[in-house]
């Protein structure tokens, strides 16, 4: 089982504000950046945020990230259909030494 | 444009081997650390292994050390995956990554790997 924890599941209606949480220790997030994959049933998995909150080039601004301490976030705003998708976080576990996922997030758009 | 491009999966028996394949193009393939990372059916991402630009260095999830082998020819802009002792929970579908251990940057569509006799 991972040990990063985010809930199951968070759905909002079009243009609101979504947030996915993503737990961890001292040994993962804690002491190493934190990136944010999206995983769509047709395409291939998409970064969307790296190093905590940085967005690669091409990524809405839509999309944003922060960390505190063993936690991280991510905000979708302006909700869309096509954000309708599983989100992981993930990092480096130190203690594992092993690049270690979230339990995933679903996402709906109501 | 960045692409991975994998392929090799298929029906594989409970103990048998398999080897899978990614081609890169678009970057330096060279120049990169790549990893595999799974997805087994209904379940979350799991990082697999990864390799240094040489080759020379290779990582893996307690899960599959001396069972897979990670490697690469970089004259062939090629990451390769063969694995042995293949078990029921080493089904799924398995992603080429560009990346080592920060971030995973680029990603393949994957290539489906079934365990089943």
């Known amino acids: 089982q991972s040990v990063l924890t985010q809930p199951p599941s968070v759905s909002a209606a079009p243009g609101q504000k979504v947030t996915i949480s993503c737990s961890g220790s001292s040994s993962n997030i804690g002491n190493n950046y934190v990136s944010w994959y999206q995983l769509l049933p047709t395409t291939a998995p998409k970064l969307l945020i790296y190093e905590n909150k940085e967005r690669p080039s091409g990524i809405t601004d839509r999309f944003s990230g922060s960390k505190s301490g063993t936690s991280a976030t991510l905000d979708i705003t302006g909700l869309q259909t096509g954000d309708e998708a599983d989100y992981f976080c993930g990092t480096w576990d130190s203690t594992l030494s092993a690049y270690v996922f979230g339990t995933g997030t679903k996402v709906t758009v109501l | 444009e960045v692409q991975l491009v994998e392929s090799g999966g298929g029906l594989v028996q409970p103990g048998g081997s398999v080897r899978i394949s990614c081609v890169a193009s678009g970057f330096i393939f060279s120049g990169s650390w790549m990893s595999w990372v799974r997805q087994a059916p209904g379940k979350g991402l799991e990082w697999v292994a990864n390799t240094n630009q040489a080759g020379s260095d290779k990582y893996y999830v307690d899960s599959v050390k001396g069972r897979f082998t990670i490697s690469r020819d970089n004259a062939k802009n090629s990451l390769y995956l063969q694995m042995s002792s293949l078990r029921a929970e080493d089904a799924g579908v398995y992603y080429c990554?560009?990346?080592?251990?920060?971030?995973?940057?680029?990603w393949g569509q994957g290539t489906l790997v079934t365990v089943s006799s």
């Open positions: 990554v560009r990346g080592g251990s920060r971030t995973f940057d680029y």
